[in-house]
């Protein structure tokens, strides 16, 4: 290295690297140079700041501030891609979100096909749609899923999935009232509740906000909540099928809750997004409950039933005999935030929709539940067959594991560490999930298999 690339090298660096020994053999013998000055240039490493040049005057809202971390699947999403940094060779099975991997029913794309293709016809153009949804589809819904229970068409409002349904049922019931969720829950509950303004803070200890009823659904009681342990609440978010402990409740059991609400005077949001899962006698709406019309609306999604989880269409029931406390329709107000926060349900979607409901669009549904539900039976028996205790699966397509004593997030972490497989923690859906893990059954066939092998592997 010449004396020159020394310096150069030495500069670059910190200025204590530039004092320091070089590692040179120096020669014992005088060196000149010529007389000139030699400026030397210290290079002092300083932080690096973000610099905020303008700031506004608007306050952050503070429910946000409550929320902890982030949301929990963007998490594990997270945690999935710093696992493929970590081993990019890996072959990483997701069996954590819950999201579909079939293809859509070819019946169902090519209505949605030839709607999209009328679109560039003066005859077959349409914009701006009804925005409670069209006609033809809310009939079909009423006609298919409501059949003799007293559910007409323009009770149902047609939307983009019962997840933003959840947020615009918020909307309408506002930052005053009580709310009371499964505990565990799907997390969106607990979450649109914060940001609205309903809870309180986050108790670290307790694991859960204040202000919230957590009903706690376990082995013990059946996954249903012994309700007369639970204190009175404004609103009742009720899954069943449940996400993420599969368990569907009974017809006595629903009956007791529809009993709860009318002696609490309190209004159920029933979510049944995997009604069409459930193959035994269990109800697949709250309204088969004599009475429910009074105290309970209904959302429902086409995502896992029909691969519209990218798609997007889902429904929300709200019948005339729902009323407030001082006697106005609960649907008279929904209609009026539905109109003011949505445009309706995209027309071409909505032709994939009603051909969701022909018979068969309705054959070919029914043939994409039961492929996830085989895969749910495989998952079931391959931790059965390692001795874990199972619940779920079987009228859903989530597998519930109890890992008794652990940490949901440290199996978690586990199993993606040594099986390259992503679960869900179930602490993720509320403190009554820590111990247990959700597996998805939404995979291909090949994936399922692997993945169960794997998990022998780990657990024999």
């Known amino acids: 290295m010449s004396l020159t690339q020394h310096l150069s090298t030495s500069v670059s660096s910190s200025s204590s690297a530039f004092l320091a020994s070089s590692g040179f053999t120096y020669r014992s013998r005088d060196v000149s140079f010529p007389s000139k000055n030699i400026e030397i240039c210290r290079c002092v490493a300083t932080p690096q700041e973000e610099k905020i040049t303008y700031k506004t005057k608007v306050s952050r809202n503070a429910n946000m501030a409550k929320l902890q971390a982030g949301y929990l699947f963007p998490e594990i999403a997270r945690r999935r891609n710093a696992h493929l940094e ?26 949605m096909a030839k709607r999209a293709q009328a679109l560039s016809t003066l005859e077959g153009y349409s914009g701006y749609g009804a925005e409670q949804g069209e006609k033809p589809l809310r009939a079909a819904i009423a006609s298919t899923f409501y059949q003799d229970l007293g559910i007409e068409e323009d009770d149902i409002f047609v939307s983009d999935g019962a997840k933003c349904d959840i947020s615009r049922l918020q909307l309408l019931f506002g930052s005053e009232i009580t709310v009371a969720v499964q505990d565990p829950s799907y997390p969106a ?48 978010f009720f899954c069943s099928p449940n996400n993420p402990t599969g368990s569907a409740a009974t017809r006595e059991q ?37 009475g429910a019309k009074e105290v309970a609306l209904e959302t ?15 429904w929300t029931v709200v019948p005339k005999e729902l009323l407030f406390s001082d006697g106005f329709p609960v ?62 699966g079987r009228n859903a397509p989530y597998v519930w594991v109890h890992f008794p004593g652990r940490s949901s997030w440290d199996v978690f972490s586990e199993i993606l560490e040594k099986t390259h497989v992503v679960t869900t923690p179930g602490s993720g859906f509320g403190p009554g999930g820590e111990g247990f893990i959700r597996v998805s059954a939404f995979g291909h066939r090949e994936n399922v298999l692997e993945a169960c092998r794997r998990f022998k592997q780990l657990y024999k």
Not at 90 to 109: F, R
Not at 190 to 213: M, P, R
């Open 331 to 392: 649907a008279k107000d929904f209609n009026r935030i539905v109109c003011t926060c949505f445009n309706g349900a995209s027309n071409v979607v909505q032709a994939g929709g009603l051909a969701c409901l022909s018979p068969e669009g309705r054959n070919a549904m029914q043939k994409v539940v039961g492929f996830y539900k085989e895969n749910a039976e495989i998952i079931m028996d391959t931790f059965t067959s390692l001795g874990f205790n199972v619940y779920g």
């Open 254 to 290: 629903l009956t007791q809750l529809v009993q709860f609400a009318k002696d609490n005077g309190s209004i159920i949001v029933y979510d049944s997004a995997y009604a069409m899962y459930i193959t035994d006698d269990k109800p697949r709406s709250i309204f088969e409950i004599p």
């Open 86 to 111: 970590k081993y990019p060779d890996s072959k990483v099975i997701s069996l954590g979100i819950g999201d579909t991997t079939e293809p859509i029913p070819e019946v169902i794309t090519s209505a």
């Open 189 to 236: 509950y607990v979450d649109s509740s914060v940001i609205i303004g309903q809870t309180g803070l986050y108790e670290k200890d307790a694991e859960k906000y204040g202000k919230i009823e957590y009903m706690r659904c376990n082995p013990e009681n059946g996954f249903f909540p012994d309700l007369s342990k639970v204190s009175r609440a404004d609103m009742i």
């Open 300 to 314: 429902v999604s086409f995502s896992k039933y029909a691969g519209f989880t990218g798609v997007r269409l889902g």
